[in-house]
């Protein structure tokens, strides 16, 4: 930053003018990385973590040659309180938000650039960071980010909330940030996860737009380090193997309220909650920069969001073009009646509509396929209780003897048990079994027994055996 510019936004213009934008600018020189924001205020963010902060430029001016300044800024926080009152007055007024003062310094060639850097951070950010690590794993803390997330992140069960503000600050800065995945090709989406059956289709729009997110963002050679650790967006779906995943594309670009809206992503759904759950919802990202975190209501999707279901997908839609006028000044949220958030919106949740359809399908097959094989293996431990209570005196088969004939019949010439299977006692899957196998335990007992009190006991051992291998 040039000495002029510092002083036009420092001093004469002030903070909340930028031209960065002038020209329809919408990429930088160098790298062509895109450029957010319009109202020139950002820098103000700094003051939420400390009081005062100091400015190092060194840079190349006219005619080739160097120059370098440090400037110092400290932050009137006495005075903020009174900006509601001035920015709500008649009266058009500049707001005071600090003193600063400029020095000259020679120009060094190797600190080419700008800096922005302070020692005087608030004592409760300090402390809030320093008492989030317990002493225990400060052993185990490392400044490479595989080694954080091999110690740390990859355990966490539910929620890196869990892990105390120093690592929250690291994830939240990794997930938010205009920087690319992981190295891995897992990240975001782990493709061995995927059946076969996902070779065309949404699946393979959605990996193409993937893989060509991850080299346009490594391309920007934007690079960002908290505490000497190179921050990279370690966001893995699904984590675990032990789930059932789909993938669906969305994608728009076209002219809404006459102003260009391009924007393309993909929605993840599984059939369990993602972890951590910060990753359940959609993470809206503003020419690649998120916006807010990961949305749990979906841009306030009402239908499934009451239930468990919500916590199943997670997705990224990343705005090209478009939607920036609908940034509120926190940079945290949207003006959710701007027309191109309104469109983003409605898309995304007819997108949903199928998604959810999608997920809830495969869950029922899964929980059936579950309840039949339980079944299947509570029928084979019942027969095994059986035979291992009546040392193999009494077989047990199963059939079809129609409605009219009752629930056990007793086959002596062959030496066996029908359980007639057309028998509902109640009409209920798991109380009709639990029925015929007391049912069961009560007439093998009768029919091997001599004495009442031989059957008694005969009774309660094999009912002892089915709830012993069932149960």
């Known amino acids: 930053m040039p000495e002029e510019k510092f002083r036009d936004y420092f001093a004469e213009k002030g903070i909340g003018y930028g031209d960065k934008r002038i020209g329809h600018r919408n990429v930088t020189e160098k790298y062509e990385r895109p450029i957010i924001g319009r109202l020139g205020i950002g820098l103000l963010a700094i003051g939420q973590l400390c009081y005062s902060f100091g400015i190092e430029s060194h840079y190349i001016g006219k005619g080739g040659k160097g120059h370098a300044y440090r400037a110092d800024i400290d932050l009137l926080d006495m005075d903020v309180p009174d900006i509601d009152e001035s920015l709500s007055s008649d009266e058009k007024e500049e707001i005071k938000v600090g003193n600063w003062r400029l020095t000259r310094i020679p120009y060094e060639e190797s600190k080419q650039g700008f800096n922005i850097y302070t020692s005087d951070t608030r004592e409760t950010f300090r402390k809030e960071m320093k008492e989030s690590i317990a002493e225990e794993d400060r052993q185990l803390m490392s400044f490479s980010l595989p080694k954080l997330y091999e110690n740390f992140y990859d355990l966490v069960e539910r929620s890196v909330r869990e892990m105390g503000a120093y690592l929250e600050t690291i994830w939240e800065l990794c997930v938010l940030c205009p920087i690319t995945y992981g190295d891995d090709k897992k990240f975001p ?30 391309s920007y050679n934007f690079k960002v380090y908290f505490d000497g650790i190179e921050l990279k967006r370690y966001v893995q779906l699904p984590k675990k193997r032990d789930t059932v995943p789909h993938l669906f594309f969305i994608n728009y670009s076209g002219e809404v309220a006459d102003r260009k809206l391009n924007y393309y992503g993909y929605i993840y759904g599984q059939t369990k909650a993602i972890r951590p759950i910060e990753l359940s919802g959609i993470q809206i990202r503003l020419r690649n920069v998120g916006i807010g975190g990961y949305d749990g209501t979906f841009l306030k999707y009402d239908k499934k969001i009451e239930t468990i279901r919500n916590r199943w997908v997670s997705g990224e839609v990343f705005v090209e073009d478009g939607l920036e006028v609908a940034l509120n000044i926190d940079r945290d949220s949207f003006n959710e009646h701007d027309e191109h958030f309104k469109k983003i919106q409605e898309d995304l949740h007819s997108k949903l509509d199928q998604v959810f359809k999608k997920i809830e399908s495969t869950a029922n097959e899964l929980r059936k396929e579950k309840h039949e094989k339980k079944e299947e293996e509570v029928r084979a431990e019942t027969w095994t209780a059986i035979n291992q209570g009546t040392h193999g005196k009494v077989d047990v088969v199963e059939k079809d003897l ?70």
């Open 189 to 218: 989406l782990d493709r061995k996860a995927f059946s076969k059956e996902y070779k065309d289709g949404e699946y393979r729009k959605a990996i193409n737009f993937v893989n060509k997110k991850r080299s346009e963002l490594a």
């Open 402 to 471: 129609g409605i009219n004939r009752p629930l056990i019949v007793i086959d002596k010439i062959n030496k066996r048990l029908v359980l007639n299977t057309a028998i509902r006692p109640v009409k209920k899957k798991k109380a009709d079994n639990l029925i015929r196998y007391v049912s069961l335990a009560y007439h093998v007992a009768k029919y091997i027994s001599k004495t009442e009190n031989e059957r008694y006991d005969n009774f309660y051992n094999i009912i002892r055996e089915m709830l012993r291998k069932i149960a």
